[in-house]
């Protein structure tokens, strides 16, 4: 299970590979806050540790262009 989070000037953008409870590719269709994703990744069966380090990796990466 990977997740993939990116930052825009709206919010943040997530494209998630499949998981056991989730058989294909799943992605945002528009850019949400950081608790609108959150809940939607966790009914997904994805881990919140895993959320919290994808949510920091976007941020790093922003920070870094």
Known sequence: MS???TKSNN???A???PS???PSEW???HA???RELTENLIELGYHLQDIVDAFDFADLDESNR
Do not use: A, F
């Open 3 to 5: 997740i993939k989070i």
């Open 27 to 29: 992605k945002t269709e």
């Open 32 to 34: 949400m806050g950081r």
């Open 11 to 13: 919010g943040y953008n």
């Open 15 to 17: 494209v998630v590979t």
């Open 20 to 22: 056991p409870r989730l």
